[in-house]
Each structure stands twice: as C-alpha cells, then as structure tokens.
C-alpha cells in the first residue's frame, strides 16, 4: 500500500536469515523494546477504537445501542447525507495527503527499512479510521498494523537494536496491532507468524523458533492486555448453542470448499481494484461518485456500511431475513469493492469475515431442509473458510474465527474442516494460475 489500496495480506516479510542470533533475546535492550512495542500498539488499538466510537456517534446521532442499530434506524436521508458528504470529505484528506506528504509505506516496506515521519502515517491511519466511521466498507485493522509497525520500527532505532532486531520486533507489532483492535491475542500471534513471518521461513530457522513464537505471543497479549481500556474484554461474535451437532461436520466439509472458492475470488478482485483505484486529482471526483453509489446501495442494505462487524453481527445472531441475507451476499461485497476503487486505504479482513457468514447463513438455510444445523455456527463456518480463502492464511483464519466467537474446544473440529476446505481448493487455484502465467511466460515469477 503505497498511497492507496489493499495490500495482500499472505506474503511473508522476514527472511530466513533476518532472525537475531539466539543470546540476543535475553539482551535488556531487546526486552525493553518489546515491552515499549507492546504498549505503543495497545495504545494505539485504544486510540484508535475511540475514534471510530466518537466519529460514529456523532455522524449518525446516536448516544447507547451498537452501530447496527444506528445504522438501520436513522433517518434515511441522514445516511444517505453521511456517505455522500464522507466521500467529499475524505477524498480532500487523502488527495492533500498524498499531494504534500511522503508516500504511506506497508508494514511489508516498513520492514525492509523505508522510514517516515510518524505524523504522517497517523494522519493518513486516522484517515482511515474515519472513513470506515462514516460507512466505507474496507476493513480498519490496516490502520493499527501500520501505525504500530511504524512505532516500532522507530523506538527499535533509537534503543540501537540492530537491524535483525528491528525487523522481527516490526514483524510482531503487525500482529499485535491487529490483536490489540480486536481483542484477539492468539489471532495477532498466528498473524505474525503464519502472514508476516512464513510458515516456510519459520521451519527453516528452527534454531530461532521457541523465541520467535515466544516474541509474537507476548507483544500480542500484551498489546491486547492495554488496549482493554479502551476494547471491551469479550468475543465480537456470541454464538449460544447448548449441544454440538455432529452434522455440522458435514456441514463443514461442504462449506469450507464453496466458501474458500468464493473468499479467494474475492481477495482477488479486490487486490486487482486497488490497482486501479485513482491517484492524483482524480480522487476528488471518483471517490465522492463512488461513496454516492455506495449510500444509493445502504437505502434497501444499510448493513453494508462499515467493515463488516454491524452485519456479521446481525447474522451470527440470526437477526437478517433469509431474503436479505441472500442479497447481502452480493451488496457487501459491491461496496467492499466501491470503496476500494474509490482510492480508500484500509484492510479486507471484517469484510471477508462478514460476507462469508452471509454466505455460510444462506449454506445453512439449505441444509435446514434436510437436517437441522445451527444456523449461527454454519454463518461462522462459512466466514472462516471465506476470510481464510481471501487472506490466503488458513492457521490465522482459523484462530481468529475461533477467537472472535468464543467458540468451545469441540467446536474447533469443525472450523479446522472448513478452513482446511478452503485452504485446499485456494492452493488448487493458486497453483493453477501459476500454472497459467508459466504458459503464458516461462520466464514469469508471481
């Protein structure tokens, strides 16, 4: 993400030989910039959930209740108003940010090294923060990744860690910051290690693996143990269920598979939207015709504003007509992409997670003519296997799903089916386009 865009979120950043030797771990310097990594990024988690709170009371009149509630109980013409004049509004922002300051670097390019002043990206991370406050549907967890990233990074240099250092501590802050804004711990954990790190490079320095592990875990429960000011202490997604069906290991044997297909399609077409999003002047003109279209979209659908938390809210509670849900389906991931193209900065994770838990809920309605199946577990089922088909990172998918839903250990069987599901046929197809580009170009390497 240089200016603008997602940026995909499966290719590891750390090297093989980039890991500090093993007494360094120990070293007062190193602890000391983890412990100050940790902070910064819970800080900024806090900072940040305040934020979008305070912008979002105030753009849609509402003191007690949840932003689903605002969103779908405002005056329709007070919505329609927001989006449009948010479309105005950030697109100033961002084009004044992007024509006077530097270019915004991916946590990918603050780890080779690329610096930045921090004013800037916390201008250009509030930025985004706001965005999704006032409806844009593109995830915000971009934001805390970045801004933590970037912190850390700096504080590493000015302890004079060398550069090793440097690098796996920015490696953790991005999980820790994304575990800090979440209240997911070992989902920021998984995060660093499985989409930061690499599951290859890990097994290939086993030698520094335990203090690896051991850096990422503490950075990202002690973020999330900070930001708790601020995040509230419990899952996102409250699934009650009494018994564990044993159907729904069926289940997840279908869904995953069908889900995983539809979440790498996604993450696809989205990746290639934001290439094509505007730069320069012309984001003061596509942007508000964009967000135009995207409040057109939120009067019949007003679940599809925001990242996706308010919708997969209602679905994992089961609160959205079947009829509703089948359309969502295809509206969520409509704006999803309206907003990317708009030239808006931010992330795909709560927008996968809500679109697959429409689909998973349609799935469920399904098999309700044959068997009886939860309906709440298979929406989470099918958000698992989307967002692991759209990150291309089953292990952190699944961690995450198991995390934002306080599911219990027999539950877990059958998120690991559906997101092994959907990491089978994602490497199918991953596998196959390689195969297409090699034929098109022997010499082509993705």
Same mark, same amino acid.
């Given at each position: 993400?240089?200016?603008?865009?997602?940026?995909?979120?499966?290719?590891?950043?750390?090297?093989?030989?980039?890991?500090?030797?093993?007494?360094?771990?120990?070293?007062?310097?190193?602890?000391?910039?983890?412990?100050?990594?940790?902070?910064?990024?819970?800080?900024?988690?806090?900072?940040?959930?305040?934020?979008?709170?305070?912008?979002?009371?105030?753009?849609?009149?509402?003191?007690?209740?949840?932003?689903?509630?605002?969103?779908?109980?405002?005056?329709?013409?007070?919505?329609?108003?927001?989006?449009?004049?948010?479309?105005?509004?950030?697109?100033?922002?961002?084009?004044?940010?992007?024509?006077?300051?530097?270019?915004?670097?991916?946590?990918?390019?603050?780890?080779?090294?690329?610096?930045?002043?921090?004013?800037?990206?916390?201008?250009?991370?509030?930025?985004?923060?706001?965005?999704?406050?006032?409806?844009?549907?593109?995830?915000?967890?971009?934001?805390?990744?970045?801004?933590?990233?970037?912190?850390?990074?700096?504080?590493?240099?000015?302890?004079?860690?060398?550069?090793?250092?440097?690098?796996?501590?920015?490696?953790?802050?991005?999980?820790?910051?994304?575990?800090?804004?979440?209240?997911?711990?070992?989902?920021?954990?998984?995060?660093?290690?499985?989409?930061?790190?690499?599951?290859?490079?890990?097994?290939?320095?086993?030698?520094?693996?335990?203090?690896?592990?051991?850096?990422?875990?503490?950075? @990202?429960?002690? $973020?999330? &143990?900070? =930001?708790? !000011? /601020?995040?509230?202490?419990?899952?996102?997604?409250? +699934? #009650?269920?009494?018994?564990?069906?044993?159907?729904?290991?069926?289940?997840?044997?279908?869904?995953?598979?069908?889900?995983?297909?539809?979440?790498?399609?996604?993450?696809?077409?989205?990746?290639?939207?934001?290439?094509?999003?505007?730069?320069?002047?012309?984001?003061?003109?596509?942007?508000?015709?964009?967000?135009?279209?995207?409040?057109?979209?939120?009067?019949?659908?007003?679940?599809?504003?925001?990242?996706?938390?308010?919708?997969?809210?209602?679905?994992?509670?089961?609160?959205?007509?079947?009829?509703?849900?089948?359309?969502?389906?295809?509206?969520?991931?409509?704006?999803?992409?309206?907003?990317?193209?708009?030239?808006?900065?931010?992330?795909?994770?709560?927008?996968?997670? @809500?679109?697959? $838990?429409? &689909?998973? =809920?349609? !799935? /469920?309605?399904?098999?309700?003519?044959?068997?009886? +199946? #939860?309906?709440?577990?298979?929406?989470?089922?099918?958000?698992?296997?989307?967002?692991?088909?759209?990150?291309?990172?089953?292990?952190?998918?699944?961690?995450?799903?198991?995390?934002?839903?306080?599911?219990?250990?027999?539950?877990?069987?059958?998120?690991?089916?559906?997101?092994?599901?959907?990491?089978?046929?994602?490497?199918?197809?991953?596998?196959?386009?390689?195969?297409?580009?090699?034929?098109?170009?022997?010499?082509?390497?993705?």
């Amino acid at each position: 993400m240089s200016k603008r865009g997602v940026t995909p979120a499966n290719e590891p950043t750390v090297s093989v030989c980039t890991f500090p030797a093993l007494r360094t771990y120990l070293r007062w310097r190193y602890l000391l910039a983890g412990v100050l990594a940790a902070v910064a990024c819970g800080v900024i988690g806090a900072v940040f959930t305040w934020m979008l709170s305070g912008v979002e009371h105030a753009a849609y009149g509402f003191t007690t209740g949840s932003f689903a509630e605002a969103i779908t109980r405002v005056e329709v013409q007070r919505r329609f108003i927001v989006v449009c004049a948010a479309g105005v509004f950030v697109a100033v922002a961002w084009y004044l940010l992007r024509r006077f300051g530097p270019s915004i670097p991916s946590v990918a390019q603050l780890y080779q090294g690329k610096k930045i002043p921090f004013i800037w990206m916390a201008a250009d991370t509030t930025l985004q923060v706001i965005n999704v406050a006032f409806g844009g549907s593109i995830g915000r967890e971009g934001a805390p990744r970045q801004a933590s990233a970037l912190a850390t990074a700096q504080a590493g240099a000015r302890l004079g860690l060398d550069t090793a250092q440097c690098r796996l501590l920015t490696a953790c802050a991005a999980g820790a910051g994304l575990a800090a804004i979440y209240n997911v711990p070992l989902g920021g954990t998984i995060f660093t290690l499985e989409i930061m790190i690499g599951c290859r490079v890990l097994w290939a320095s086993r030698k520094s693996f335990l203090p690896v592990v051991v850096s990422a875990l503490a950075v @990202s429960w002690l $973020a999330t &143990l900070v =930001a708790r !000011m /601020a995040v509230p202490d419990r899952p996102a997604y409250l +699934v #009650h269920w009494t018994t564990t069906e044993p159907l729904l290991l069926v289940v997840a044997l279908v869904v995953g598979p069908l889900a995983g297909v539809a979440g790498y399609g996604f993450g696809r077409i989205v990746e290639r939207t934001s290439k094509s999003a505007p730069q320069g002047r012309s984001i003061l003109w596509t942007m508000p015709l964009c967000y135009l279209l995207l409040a057109a979209l939120a009067i019949p659908f007003p679940l599809i504003l925001g990242n996706g938390h308010a919708l997969a809210e209602n679905l994992v509670r089961r609160e959205v007509p079947l009829a509703m849900v089948a359309m969502l389906v295809f509206a969520k991931p409509i704006a999803t992409l309206l907003t990317v193209r708009a030239g808006a900065t931010g992330g795909k994770l709560t927008p996968s997670l @809500s679109t697959g $838990a429409a &689909l998973g =809920a349609v !799935m /469920a309605a399904g098999c309700a003519l044959l068997f009886p +199946v #939860h309906a709440g577990m298979v929406a989470l089922l099918g958000a698992g296997a989307f967002l692991a088909g759209s990150l291309r990172a089953p292990l952190t998918a699944g961690v995450l799903i198991i995390e934002l839903s306080g599911a219990r250990p027999d539950m877990w069987p059958m998120v690991a089916l559906a997101v092994a599901g959907s990491w089978a046929v994602s490497a199918a197809l991953k596998h196959k386009k390689h195969r297409q580009d090699e034929r098109r170009d022997p010499h082509c390497l993705e």
